[in-house]
């Protein structure tokens, strides 16, 4: 199964996005969505589990929830814009949820990748919209196949090449 992973969209969803995601099965958008329109295109290409995040309004907050957990290809998921928590770290979110396998968040807008103890994959595909902080703006591509460790990698939009 290939899963899109985008965050900070903040209202602008770029071409970009279509032709990374335009083969993938199932899309997670870490939170701060910024419009509703956005969850509608990107489930044009496939299946959306969405969260809200501390820039969201009213209406995606009464549409969203703060964290999903879900399981695709048998793989326990965390979703979470992970505000609740400050600045995120991989070992806060393992601590605070314990059971998933996986964990994508977003709220930094810094692109990581990165495996705690030794199990538990942890995303935060970056900002994928508005250019903030100085950041290439990126979306994440995972891979999950049952009984292998799921496989990921960070993609910059507009820029060539790819990180993770």
């Known amino acids: 199964m290939r899963i899109g992973v985008i965050a900070d969209t903040h209202g602008l969803l770029r071409p970009e996005v279509f032709d ?7 899309i997670l958008h ?5 419009k509703w329109a956005v969850v509608a295109d990107l ?22 929830p703060q964290v999903a957990a879900l399981q695709l290809d048998g793989f326990d998921i965390v979703v979470t814009h992970g ?3 400050g600045s995120p770290t991989p070992a806060a979110l393992h601590a605070a949820f314990p059971a998933a ?15 705690v103890d030794r199990t538990v994959t942890v995303m935060n ?3 994928a919209g508005p250019r903030r902080f100085g ?3 990126s979306v994440g591509i995972m891979e999950l196949e049952p009984g292998i460790p799921p496989r990921a990698r960070i993609v910059n939009l507009g820029a060539k090449g790819l990180r993770g």
């Open 20 to 26: 990374v995601f335009k083969e993938v099965d199932h």
């Open 30 to 34: 870490a939170g701060d969505v910024g």
């Open 43 to 64: 489930e044009a290409l496939a299946r959306v589990t969405a969260v809200y995040g501390n820039l969201d309004d009213v209406e995606l907050r009464q549409k969203l």
């Open 83 to 85: 505000d609740q928590f």
């Open 101 to 115: 396998e996986i964990i994508v968040y977003g709220h930094t807008h810094r692109p990581l990748l990165e495996l």
């Open 125 to 127: 595909p970056g900002g």
């Open 135 to 137: 950041l290439a703006p």
